[in-house]
């Protein structure tokens, strides 16, 4: 039994050292694997990489559209809901316009009735010079109160308060020239 114990350590010493201590050859040939194993691992490592890459591309692309697709409904919404209050708010100058020339246009009516009324007085108490005077006079200012009229209708939402303080500063001055023509007839 001794000699078995004494070659056992020996064989297996030897085995581990033949095993370990392969030829150059097979040593090249076992790097070479491990590279090819290696370059295949990283080309897997690449390649799961890119799909990787690609499915976040796309995933991006469509949250993208998605939001663009958003966007541009939000901005026809607004869109037609400025066209609404445009409309809503041409629909309200038009009828401002119209109030104004009515009540304007009354006035007149009413005061062009006093001309009528007046001119026949006038023609008998004054002079025809005097009288042609002030009718020239009232009827210059009646003119300017109907281009004060057509004025309304280019009056815009800014500037339509002045417009109808322009109207009625000339109905005004239609108004004082007929009562002074009344007094001195």
Known sequence: ????????????VVSAFAAGCDSPSNAQAQAERAQVEAQEKAAEVASELDKKVAEIDQRAER??????REAAKELNEAALEAQDKTAEAQEELSKARDDA??????????????????????EKKLSKAEADKLMKDIQDKSEAVRRSLRDLDAATSTNLDQVKKGVSERVDELDRAIQEAKRRV
């Open 63 to 68: 949250e993208t559209d998605k939001a663009l």
């Open 1 to 12: 039994m001794k000699i078995v114990r004494t070659f056992l350590p020996i064989a297996v």
């Open 101 to 122: 020339r009515t009540s304007m246009t009354r006035k007149v009516e009413d005061l062009e009735k006093d001309v009528a009324e007046l001119r026949a007085r006038m």
